[in-house]
């Protein structure tokens, strides 16, 4: 899981797994709720160089769930009021203690769009419903007991 | 001329701005008592009842006992809701913390959502900051975003490539709107 002076692959095969972290409790093979997606950029791992699910769970939190998704579940060209096209892909950005970060950028036809509050809503609600029917939870986050 | 005796009911009723509020109102005795045999459903007049000297617990009783079977319903929502309320103090999750103004908003459409019986699955804080209620049948979804930054979205899915969202404004009329869509298509 330590980076070891690797160097990043932005290399993403369409079936390779990626896994997102849950802060809400799901069975193990639900689908989570689009309203617990987070709209891009967020956090993914990848599992290509041995990638296990549980290194999203680094370094901080151990009680987390885990959802896991392929590439090709990232939704593709959707469109705005005016017709702009959205997609979504996954970039390496591997860090010192987890090789396997990645991240889900957006982009507005062939740019990047860097920043996420000039989208309209809408087209993020419509992402992050599609991703969470891509995703099946294959680790239940523990919830805090209730004191 | 026989006096025409009044009673002094409880009433919870939906203000211009969509929010339930509780005062009293009078009625005639004769009217309690029709109350009584459940031959008056929703009591809604105007007037408070300070000056009244008499009560009549059963009339409470029997009105308080309506209002519960209401809303027994939505109970485990609401201890979901109340859960979510008390976590923020001590918030330790990726999400932002709920903030007033979705709390706020989320209890208005809670009470719309009450008005219509048409009860949530689950409600939850959103990854973005918020309260969802979300309603599932069979691969049918549906939601309700709340967020903190004031605005509330719905979203349906077929569960077979068909998703649809939109803006949802706080008005009552507006909203009671988005509910009877989203229910129309949750029980298609």
Not at chain 1, 106 to 121: C, E, F, L, M, P
């Amino acid at each position: 899981m330590l980076r070891a002076g690797r160097p990043d692959d932005q290399e993403f095969a369409a079936d390779e797994e990626l896994y997102y972290r849950l802060d809400v409790a799901y069975e193990v093979g639900e689908r989570p709720s689009g309203l617990s997606v987070r709209k891009p950029d967020f956090s993914v791992n990848r599992s290509k160089h041995g990638g296990a699910p549980e290194y999203v769970l680094l370094p901080d939190w151990p009680n987390h769930g885990i959802a896991k998704f392929h590439v090709k579940g990232l939704p593709h060209k959707i469109k705005s009021e005016g017709d702009r096209a959205y997609s979504w892909k996954p970039a390496h950005a591997p860090e010192e203690k987890n090789y396997h970060h990645s991240e889900i950028h957006t982009y507005k036809g062939t740019v990047r769009a860097i920043k996420s509050s000039q989208i309209n809503d809408l087209v993020y609600r419509e992402f992050r419903q599609r991703l969470s029917e891509a995703m099946i939870v294959i680790r239940s986050f523990a919830e805090p007991a209730a004191e | 001329m026989q006096q025409q005796t009044s009673t002094i009911v409880p009433r919870i009723y939906m203000r211009s701005d969509g929010r339930f509020a509780r005062d009293h109102f009078r009625v005639p005795s004769q009217g309690a008592e029709k109350l009584q045999k459940g031959t008056i459903s929703v009591p809604v007049c105007e007037g408070n009842g300070k000056s009244a000297t008499k009560v009549k617990k059963r009339v409470l009783f029997l009105v308080h006992d309506w209002i519960r079977s209401f809303g027994q319903a939505f109970d485990p929502i609401e201890k979901s809701l109340d859960r979510i309320r008390l976590e923020v103090e001590t918030w330790r999750r990726d999400a932002p913390a709920p903030n007033t103004q979705a709390f706020s908003d989320a209890e208005a459409l809670l009470s719309r959502l009450k008005i219509k019986r048409f009860r949530p699955d689950r409600v939850l804080h959103s990854a973005e900051g918020g309260i969802g209620f979300l309603f599932r049948s069979g691969r049918r979804y549906a939601d309700f975003e709340c967020s903190n930054a004031g605005s509330v979205t719905a979203v349906v899915s077929d569960g077979a490539g068909h998703v649809e969202a939109w803006p949802v404004e706080t008005s009552f009329i507006e909203q009671t709107a988005a509910i009877d869509k989203v229910r129309a298509f949750i029980e298609s």
